[in-house]
Every structure is written in C-alpha cells, then in structure tokens.
C-alpha cells in the first residue's frame, strides 16, 4: 500500500469527504453554443457550476444521446479553457467518431473501463487524448467498478511518490498505454477496498494532493 496514498485518503476523510468543486463554463458557454448549434437546448440547460454527480448522472441516463454524455463530459473537463469547444469539434468530426464512443460506452457500463480504454486506444479520435478519454470512460463506469480519470497531474504525482510501484510502466498521460492504465486501475482498486471508499473517491483523494503540490508546474487550470 502506498503511505503517502493512504494519508491523503484519511485526510480526505477527516475533513468531511468533501467533494470536488463544480467547474464554472460560463465564459466559454458561447463557444460550445457556436461549435454545436444543434446541441443548443441541451448545453443551455446544463448547469453553469458543473461537477463530477451532474456529469455522472447524464452519462448515466437513456434519456441523453452518446453525442450530449461526451459533450457533458468534456464541458466539465475544459471548463473554462477558451479552446475546449474547437478542440472537441475537431473530435466529433471524425467519421468513427459517434460508433468509437457508442462502444467505449457500453463497454464502460458493463464495468469494463480496461476494455472501454483499450478500444478507444485502438480507434483513435483525432485530438482525445488518455486524459480526456479517461474522463469519459470515468463517468459511463458504475462507481463500484475501477475506472479511475488518469490526467498529467496524476501523473505527476505518480512519479514523485508511487515510481517504484508503477516499475516497468510507462508513465504518460499523452500516450496511450493499456498496460499503465490497467496497472493504474488496479493499484486505485487495491486502495479503495483498503480504506472502504469508492475507485473515483481514492482517485479524487490523489487528484486534491496532486492538484496542491503540480498545479502550477504542470500549467492546468481548471477543475
């Protein structure tokens, strides 16, 4: 079990498992309305705070197309980054674009995020990255299965305090490694059964003490 892992997840704890703040869109809500004309109604109706429950729970619903979950997600993903809507335009664009995420999908709800990654490694869309791709197989997974995010300060993080552990891995959240995301999974999943929390509560454990010790380094901003 990694030390520095399990006292950032009591410490998580201890001030009252708070959860991780909404993301603010409204500065780039033209944007998106502007790149997805035909998605209008719906962005206008997302919430202007947008948090990981409100992405869950529309990933989660038969009543939201495969085209509004991953807008959703990325919505929350880029908040307020002024490029996010150009970016996942150029995504959406693709051809293969609507059946790649049709099937990282269903593959996530059946509580296969490994598989979901693996096919989404093998049917590239031009411009989603691991770190965005993650997202969205994050928020179509149930929550008792593993499929935690994998973004560039949890990376960070990994490499400062969990190196040996992930010896013999590559560890990247530009590319795309089944072998690093099936091992990430598993080490997230060992450390939630330990500390009786859920995957995505673990990895928003990392996330909140990655985000304090890299934030400025790694240049994010954002929730």
Not at 99 to 113: C, D, G
Not at 150 to 179: C, H, P, Y
Not at 194 to 217: G, H, I, N, Q, W
């Given at each position: 079990?990694?030390?520095?892992?399990?006292?950032?997840?009591?410490?998580?704890?201890?001030?009252?498992?708070?959860?991780?703040?909404?993301?603010?869109?409204?500065?780039?809500?033209?944007?998106?309305?502007?790149?997805?004309?035909?998605?209008?109604?719906?962005?206008?109706?997302?919430?202007?705070?947008?948090?990981?429950?409100?992405?869950?729970?529309?990933?989660?619903?038969?009543?939201?197309?495969?085209?509004?979950?991953?807008?959703?997600?990325?919505?929350?993903?880029?908040?307020?980054?002024?490029?996010?809507?150009?970016?996942?335009?150029?995504?959406?664009?693709?051809e293969?674009?609507?059946?790649?995420?049709?099937?990282?999908?269903?593959?996530?709800?059946?509580?296969?995020?490994?598989e979901?990654?693996?096919f989404?490694?093998?049917?590239?869309?031009?411009?989603?990255?691991?770190?965005?791709?993650?997202?969205?197989?994050?928020?179509?997974?149930?929550?008792?299965?593993?499929?935690?995010?994998?973004?560039?300060?949890?990376?960070?993080?990994?490499?400062?305090?969990?190196?040996?552990?992930?010896?013999?891995?590559?560890?990247?959240?530009?590319?795309?490694?089944?072998?690093?995301?099936?091992?990430?999974?598993?080490?997230?999943?060992?450390?939630?059964?330990?500390?009786?929390?859920?995957?995505?509560?673990?990895?928003?454990?990392?996330?909140?003490?990655?985000?304090?010790?890299?934030?400025?380094?790694?240049?994010?901003?954002?929730?």
């Amino acid at each position: 079990m990694n030390k520095q892992l399990l006292l950032n997840i009591q410490s998580w704890k201890d001030n009252g498992s708070i959860a991780q703040d909404g993301a603010k869109w409204t500065s780039t809500e033209r944007n998106w309305v502007e790149a997805f004309p035909e998605h209008e109604a719906f962005l206008r109706k997302l919430p202007k705070m947008i948090d990981r429950v409100i992405v869950r729970e529309i990933c989660y619903s038969n009543a939201n197309s495969i085209i509004e979950k991953f807008l959703t997600t990325m919505v929350w993903g880029y908040s307020d980054r002024g490029y996010g809507a150009f970016r996942v335009s150029t995504m959406l664009a693709e051809e293969h674009a609507e059946r790649t995420l049709l099937q990282v999908s269903k593959l996530a709800n059946e509580s296969q995020p490994k598989e979901a990654y693996e096919f989404l490694k093998g049917n590239r869309i031009y411009n989603l990255g691991p770190s965005y791709g993650t997202k969205f197989i994050a928020f179509n997974t149930p929550r008792v299965a593993c499929a935690p995010i994998l973004d560039s300060l949890i990376i960070l993080w990994m490499k400062e305090f969990a190196r040996e552990e992930f010896s013999g891995v590559s560890l990247s959240s530009t590319t795309w490694n089944s072998k690093t995301y099936s091992a990430y999974c598993d080490w997230i999943g060992l450390h939630a059964e330990a500390t009786s929390c859920f995957p995505d509560e673990v990895e928003l454990a990392l996330f909140r003490d990655a985000e304090k010790r890299f934030a400025k380094a790694s240049g994010w901003s954002g929730k």
